[in-house]
């Protein structure tokens, strides 16, 4: 079965770069997202990459795919204390039945200190 | 811009009661979703819907739950009987198509808490 694996904290200094990992199972997943949870907020899409694609930059941004490992990185440069917040890596394996529904890990908690 | 919107933010409840909780789709997306997150657990697919049946569930959606789309915007999961098990975050989300890249939108959630 599909089964994402990500940690559950990560505190950076304001201004440094943070990297948030996450591992995946289900090689039939064709793409593989970040999403973004405020306090209070629904989940916010981050970024995505295709499967086919190693990396993917968006502004301060950058998505590392291994898929021979099935890892999945997001790095954020010069973090910022509006960063803070969970973040979710998924997944969307075909199920078969026509839809495609996402497989969440659990969240990165990023904490940013002024 | 538009977005998802859900209510009740928090629904407190007594085991055994029925609970509905409401979804508004963005406007032109024609999937609908729900999701629970149980706290400090992964968010989990429930259910999708599409032309007005279910596409796909998942087996967390048993006989106690149902969705609806009971007019030309809500749509709503019901929980008949809850269980205390079942208090988690409840999240609508919608997409406007299910292709592979099927941006999905997320509401901010309903907290259910099952007493």
């Known amino acids: 079965g599909e089964d994402v694996e990500q940690s559950l904290f990560l505190s950076v200094r304001e201004g440094d770069s943070s990297v948030i990992n996450c591992t995946y199972t289900d090689s039939s997943s064709t793409y593989l997202y970040w999403y973004k949870q405020e306090p209070g907020a629904g989940l916010q899409l981050l970024t995505y990459i295709f499967s086919n694609m190693d990396m993917k930059q968006d502004q301060r941004l950058t998505v590392l795919l291994n898929k021979k490992d099935k890892h999945l990185s997001l790095r954020i440069a010069d973090t910022q204390t509006g960063d803070s917040a969970i973040y979710f890596c998924?997944?969307?394996?075909?199920?078969?039945?026509?839809?495609?529904?996402?497989?969440f890990g659990k969240g990165t908690k990023l904490s940013v200190i002024p | 811009e538009p977005e998802v919107t859900q209510t009740p933010s928090h629904q407190v409840t007594q085991m055994g009661q029925e609970v509905i909780l409401r979804c508004v789709p963005i406007?032109?997306?024609?999937?609908f979703y729900w999701y629970r997150q149980i706290l400090g657990q992964k968010v989990e697919f429930l259910v999708s819907?599409?032309?007005?049946?279910?596409?796909?569930k998942s087996e967390i959606f048993d006989d106690q739950f149902s969705v609806e789309r009971p007019d030309g915007s809500n749509f709503t999961l019901k929980i008949r009987s809850t269980k205390l098990e079942d208090s988690a975050m409840y999240f609508c989300?919608?997409?406007?198509?299910?292709?592979?890249?099927?941006?999905?939108?997320f509401g901010p959630g309903t907290r259910l808490t099952v007493l």
């Open positions: 989300a919608s997409s406007e198509s299910t292709g592979r890249n099927n941006e999905q939108f």
């Open positions: 998924a997944e969307s394996p075909y199920s078969g039945a026509g839809s495609y529904q996402l497989t």
């Open positions: 406007s032109n997306h024609l999937y």
């Open positions: 819907f599409y032309n007005n049946e279910i596409s796909e």
